[in-house]
């Protein structure tokens, strides 16, 4: 059901300005002493009245207007009163570079295990064991960090970015299937050798142990896992589908925990099994815990719930869901909620999407444009439908700014967490420029406010409309750089369809941008 009744939300709130840096720091001024009570006149005599200092009213100045395409009627505004904090920074980011330095310190952690227990010798057979020893351990190490960077801890997300993380987690995948498979064709020869036995006999041998059959059944699992999520073959998969098979992955690693205790490099000494079981038992009640505990109590304790639909144009909808200290969620601008919407035909997929204005009055926004079954049956969401809300992620904040003076580029529906970005970064008038490529004067959402927003900054708005295949290409360096001519000092966030993003990345770093201030976020890998 949709509605067509104004809602708070679709105010642009003031504008959150900042000082430049340039500026000197204002001398503050003494407080002023309370007026003492007024003495009674003595008769007959009269006190002069004591001056009242007045400050002169500062002339207004007229907000420039946003350059656009096409000039819309102005957004009936009404008065807003903005919270004190609009919203909370999380406690702790961990950032990427510490990440990388984490993993590729528990790598080295299991090397020195191996290195530890590893005897020399020139013999073939104790060659090939040592070679499957510690491919082993590396392939049951890279398991743990590949549930643990899917385990949603916010920490992580918030410092790394969902998209990242499941990048990471792809290219993990590969390396951990490379790693056992290097260590069963290793683990195979050298018994083969030792045994003097062919590779047929010593496989039907090998499978003779239940340890190690535990482990091929975990090994055929994550094959299923690796192959399901080849983007060729996952185009053509339901997501539940998709999902329901990576779930396997969690089985995969219990039977290979199973075969690693079984195993001489982890059962050798009492410390060694309790330190490696110690890290399992820590990965899953990680995943526990912000899996599956906390979506449960927040879904128990804010109570969300669908307010609204509204249409926002061919084919896009706006959905207010309001709740019960929404607050509490310390959702920022420009991040995202897996949303699970108890509904027929929703309810068994999380989707993920952006926040499309900031959080207020307990309301939370979401702007969808239906791209395929689940977004199409978004539409008819009707007021009341109870909603599982799992977030909120991401890094796209402004917690990644490092300029005074930021450009947000934005491509179709990514408007979303940028629209909400271009109302809360602080920044006084021209710092932020809003850049939206779309296809035609249709296709541009949320115009009104983005325009209502502009003015209320005087900050600069530019509409870039045309087909993706025209002879002009506005998102070219030199038609960026026209545009924005010190392009070179912005911090540059970017969300749009994935081609629009890797073009657009390639023409930013041409125009002089450096890729360290390009922040973005892909939610084909979030």
């Known amino acids: 059901m949709t509605t067509e009744a104004s809602h708070p939300l679709y105010v642009p709130l003031a504008p959150l300005t900042a000082p430049r840096a340039e500026e000197p720091r204002r001398r503050r001024r003494p407080p002023v002493p309370p007026a003492r009570p007024a003495e009674p006149p003595a008769a007959g005599s009269v006190r002069p009245a004591e001056p009242v200092a007045t400050r002169p009213a500062r002339p207004t100045r007229s907000a420039r207007p946003a350059r656009s395409v096409r000039p819309t009627d102005p957004v009936a505004a009404r008065p807003i009163r903005p919270s004190a904090a609009p919203f909370a920074l999380p406690a702790l980011r961990l950032a990427p570079g510490r990440l990388r330095a984490g993993v590729a310190a528990g790598a080295g952690a299991v090397g020195l295990l191996w290195g530890l227990q590893a005897r020399p010798s020139a013999r073939l057979d104790v060659l090939f064991a040592s070679g499957a020893h510690l491919t082993g351990l590396l392939a049951g190490y890279g398991v743990l960090v590949l549930l643990l960077l899917m385990a949603r801890i916010p920490a992580v997300e918030h410092g790394v970015g969902a998209d990242r993380l499941a990048r990471r987690h792809a290219l993990g ?5 490379g790693l056992i498979a290097a260590h069963a064709v290793l683990a195979l020869c050298g018994h083969a050798v030792h045994t003097h036995a062919d590779l047929v006999t010593a496989a039907g041998d090998l499978l003779s142990y239940g340890a190690i059959a535990a482990a091929t059944a975990g090994t055929a699992l994550l094959v299923a896992v690796g192959i399901t999520s080849a983007r060729s073959v996952r185009r053509r998969l339901r997501h539940e589908t998709w999902r329901a098979v990576h779930l396997g992955a969690l089985l995969a690693a219990a039977l290979g925990f199973v075969h690693q205790l079984a195993g001489p490099d982890i059962a050798g000494g009492l410390l060694t099994r309790w330190l490696w079981s110690l890290a399992h038992a820590v990965v899953a009640v ?43 969620l310390r959702a920022e601008p420009g991040q ?24 207020r009055d ?25 909603v599982l809300a799992t977030g909120p992620f991401g890094a796209l904040t402004a917690h990644r700014r490092t300029r005074r003076k930021v450009l947000l580029l934005a491509g179709g529906v990514g408007i979303t967490p940028l629209r909400a970005l271009f ?17 035609d004067s249709s296709s541009v959402v949320l115009r009104e406010e983005l325009e209502a927003i502009a003015r209320e900054r005087r900050a600069d708005l530019h509409f870039l409309l045309g087909p993706s295949d025209g002879s002009f290409d506005p998102l070219a360096p030199r038609a960026l750089r026209n545009l924005v001519p010190d392009l070179a000092a912005h911090d540059v966030y970017l969300c749009g369809p994935p081609a629009m993003a890797r073009a657009a990345t390639a023409s930013l770093r041409r125009a002089g941008v450096p890729a360290s201030r390009i922040h973005s976020e892909d939610f084909d890998h979030a």
């Open 286 to 328: 990680l995943l526990v815990w912000y899996r599956i505990v906390v979506p449960v109590r927040a879904a128990l304790r804010h109570d969300l719930r669908v307010a609204e639909v509204r249409d926002e144009g061919p084919g896009v909808v706006s959905v207010l869901i309001r709740g019960r200290g929404v607050d509490r």
């Open 173 to 177: 995948g590969r390396y951990v299937l």
């Open 423 to 439: 109302e809360t970064l602080p920044g006084g008038p021209g710092d932020v420029t809003l850049l939206y490529r779309a296809s």
């Open 362 to 386: 307990d309301t939370l926004r979401i702007t969808v444009k239906a791209l395929g079954d689940h977004t199409r049956r978004v539409r008819r969401l009707r007021p009341g439908t109870r």
């Open 336 to 359: 995202f909620f897996r949303w699970r919407f108890l509904r027929r035909g929703l309810w068994a997929t999380a989707l993920p999407f952006s926040l499309s204005a900031p959080v």
